[in-house]
């Protein structure tokens, strides 16, 4: 068995099962790639793909245990190739972070200049996505941190550290009747259209379970994964945005008026993602305890290898 074998088995899936263009991004060729993987198959004494004459359709349930393993073996031997260098690159190299918009947008940016001034030698990247993306983006190597909400989706080699609770807040535009109400309730929400994060945020979840329990249907009119872009749409008058207390600032978003919303919603649970059995450079537990100073390296490496 060869690591490149294993390399090749990774990329097949996270191209979607296209062997041309995972053969394109390994810089090799097609046929190449379908001898490795077959070559992999027969030592393993497994099937790994589902195929229909040569097109592959999917993986088999053992195919999918291989690649699991492949891809924490994989991660395994680039940890030692890490550890090599660690004396001689502890303060250069690059740190992707993946986050929602809002985290990206209102939680980091003074956490990111703490750093930068820090370690002005390693390059800071952001992707934003929603927390089934995220999490994927870190399990698959693409990024280094999560820093996401619960997420609905089971992912077995991530681990996740609690960090903080975002509490919620209605949006309305100036003047709105909900903000004459003291505490509103969910049977006065229920009036109005509703403006929140996607399906794939567990703010969404939460809030059909409390209007749920009252057996209330919320009126959810639009929904996204940028609170920026709902602000705008209350601003024009569309609905009610139901956010994280955070994104709310009264200098800047003037046009606004927020309304306590704790006695209708759960507050919101944010996690750092880290893969397990992965080694961090020194200024990767440096950002994590800027984020979140209760987080000390070594609870976080008896948790990554289970020490």
């Known amino acids: 068995m060869k690591l490149r074998q294993l390399q090749l088995l990774c990329q097949v899936v996270d191209c979607k099962l296209n062997v041309s263009k995972a053969a ?23 099937g790994i793909f589902v195929r229909s004459k040569k097109k592959i359709l999917a993986l088999t349930d053992a195919g999918n245990e291989a690649l699991q393993s492949a891809r924490r073996a994989i991660r395994e031997i680039e940890s030692i190739g890490q550890i090599g260098q660690a004396d001689s690159l502890q303060q250069t190299g690059s740190l992707t972070i993946a986050a929602s918009h809002a985290q990206a947008r209102y939680s980091l940016p003074q956490v990111v200049r703490e750093f930068m001034t820090k370690h002005p030698k390693v390059r800071l990247v952001l992707l934003q996505g929603g927390p089934d993306q995220i999490t994927d983006w870190v399990s698959q190597g693409q990024a280094d941190i999560a820093i996401t909400s619960e997420t609905n989706k089971l992912i077995p080699d991530l681990a996740l550290f609690p960090c903080h609770k975002h509490s919620r807040i209605l949006l309305v535009p100036q003047g709105h009747p909900l903000k004459r109400i003291t505490k509103p309730t969910l049977e006065q929400l229920a009036k109005y259209p509703l403006i929140t994060y996607n399906a794939s945020f567990s703010v969404y979840r939460r809030v059909e379970e409390a209007f749920a329990r009252k057996r209330l249907v919320p009126n959810i009119v639009l929904s996204a994964t940028d609170v920026d872009v ?8 569309l ?69």
């Not at 390994?26 to 004494?45: C, D, I, K, W």
């Not at 709902?230 to 008058?237: C, E, H, I, S």
Request: aromatic share 10%.
């Open 24 to 46: 394109r991004v390994m810089h090799t060729t097609q046929p190449n790639v379908s001898r490795q993987l077959q070559a992999l198959e027969q030592e393993l004494g497994i």
């Open 230 to 237: 709902m602000k705008t749409y209350v601003r024009l008058g």
């Open 239 to 307: 609905g009610v945005a139901i956010v994280a207390s955070l994104a709310f600032n009264a200098r800047e978003d003037k046009y606004l008026q927020a309304i306590d919303a704790n006695h209708l919603f759960e507050p919101n649970l944010i996690n750092i993602g880290l893969r397990k059995g992965t080694y961090l450079k020194p200024y990767v537990y440096d950002f994590i305890e800027m984020f979140s100073p209760p987080l000390r390296r070594e609870q976080i490496k008896r948790v990554l290898f289970n020490m």
